[in-house]
């Protein structure tokens, strides 16, 4: 059993920038492919960022593309997500996930189907 710990979110200002964290637990970390999800009150949990299990690539929602960027350091079992140039429509509960030896091409294009393992979520709110 893989367990997710996340941590960062609060409230940012509009243009503002905010680092989540991602705790994961068990030495099989490098196994798994890393994503991030986000889901706003009454609405569909959405993809953000995925990261490949290896060979370090990334893939990105286009509502993110060039403003977010996923991250991994495998000696300390976290993944990250720095969130730069935020805007009010990026508020939601922000979803750290683990997909076992899957790219992130596949994650972004099964999303939440791909995933073995959810964290609990961290709320990140932008006000503008």
């Known amino acids: 059993q893989v367990q997710l710990v996340e941590s960062g979110g609060g409230l940012v200002q509009a243009g503002g920038s905010l680092r989540l964290s991602c705790a994961a637990s068990?030495?099989?970390?490098?196994?798994?492919?890393m994503a991030w999800f986000r889901q706003a009150p009454g609405k569909r949990r959405e993809f953000v960022a995925a990261?490949?299990?290896?060979?370090?690539?990334?893939y990105y929602a286009d509502s993110v593309k060039g403003r977010f960027t996923i991250s991994r350091d495998n000696a300390k079992n976290t993944v990250y997500l720095q969130m730069n140039t935020l805007k009010p429509e990026d508020t939601g509960l922000y979803y750290c996930?683990?997909?076992?030896?899957?790219?992130?091409?596949?994650?972004?294009?099964?999303?939440?189907?791909?995933?073995?393992?959810w964290g609990q979520g961290t709320q990140v709110t932008v006000s503008s």
């Open positions: 996930a683990a997909a076992y030896r899957t790219t992130a091409q596949t994650i972004g294009t099964w999303t939440t189907g791909s995933i073995n393992y």
């Open positions: 068990g030495r099989t970390f490098s196994s798994y492919g």
């Open positions: 990261l490949s299990w290896s060979g370090g690539s990334t």
